[in-house]
T-cell receptor, first 114, second 116 residues
Framework: AQSVTQLGSHVSVSEGALVLLRCNYSSSVPPYLFWYVQYPNQGLQLLLKYTSAATLVKGINGFEAEFKKSETSFHLTKPSAHMSDAAEYFCAVSWIQGAQKLVFGQGTRLTINP | DAGVTQSPTHLIKTRGQQVTLRCSPKSGHDTVSWYQQALGQGPQFIFQYYEEEERQRGNFPDRFSGHQFPNYSSELNVNALLLGDSALYLC???????????????FGPGTRLTVL
């Protein structure tokens, strides 16, 4: 069965510091991978997605993620954190046979310290 | 271009009651998926509708049912509400493109359901 594990339910960084949010997946078939962000009392907004093209994917708001098949990982990074990045981040996986069904991780709450 | 819209924003029900949540997909999208997000958890897939048919279903009981209309909008119905049904219900729309790369799912703001 396909699953997603996000390491660290809470991550805190200083403004201007590197942001690293970890995501590992388990999939028996080639996966498609997504990062979504959720601000308080809002729905989910897509940050970026991997669909078997370039392994380094650039998204909105300066975020990027790298697909590493050997490590079954899809970690999200941003070189310099901004106060507005404070939110909940979700990694998700889908696959062709799953017909767009998304399986989400538990989420990581990112806090930015001034 | 309007994105995915959901109504109502908030809803309070008591145990045993029934509830209907509504979703209008993003313009041009033909597929609607529903997710349940309990507090502090990631969203969980309930089911997906395409061409007015339930295309696939997650691990939810039959108390959860849905419908898709010819204009692609969708409803989620929950019968015999339990306290554990309290959650944020998210609707997502997308364009079904066969067996190719899955199209991005765009999410609405959600409906917050509280069961007392």
């Amino acid at each position: 069965a396909q699953s997603v594990t996000q390491l660290g339910s809470h991550v805190s960084v200083s403004e201007g510091a590197l942001v690293l949010l970890r995501c590992n997946y388990s999939s028996s078939v080639p996966p498609y991978l997504f990062w979504y962000v959720q601000y308080p009392n809002q729905g989910l907004q897509l940050l970026l997605k991997y669909t078997s093209a370039a392994t380094l994917v650039k998204g909105i708001n300066g975020f990027e993620a790298e697909f590493k098949k050997s490590e079954t990982s899809f970690h999200l990074t941003k070189p310099s954190a901004h106060m507005s990045d404070a939110a909940e981040y979700f990694c998700a996986v889908s696959w062709i046979q799953g017909a767009q069904k998304l399986v989400f991780g538990q989420g990581t709450r990112l806090t930015i310290n001034p | 271009d309007a994105g995915v819209t959901q109504s109502p924003t908030h809803l309070i029900k008591t145990r045993g009651q029934q509830v209907t949540l509504r979703c209008s997909p993003k313009s041009g999208h033909d597929t609607v998926s529903w997710y349940q997000q309990a507090l502090g958890q990631g969203p969980q897939f309930i089911f997906q509708y395409y061409e007015e048919e339930e295309r696939q279903r997650g691990n939810f009981p039959d108390r959860f049912s849905g419908h898709q209309f010819p204009n692609y909008s969708s409803e989620l119905n929950v019968n015999a509400l339990l306290l554990g049904d309290s959650a944020l219900y998210l609707c997502a729309s997308s364009l079904l493109i066969g067996q190719g790369s899955p199209d991005t799912q765009y999410f609405g703001p959600g409906t917050r359901l509280t069961v007392l």
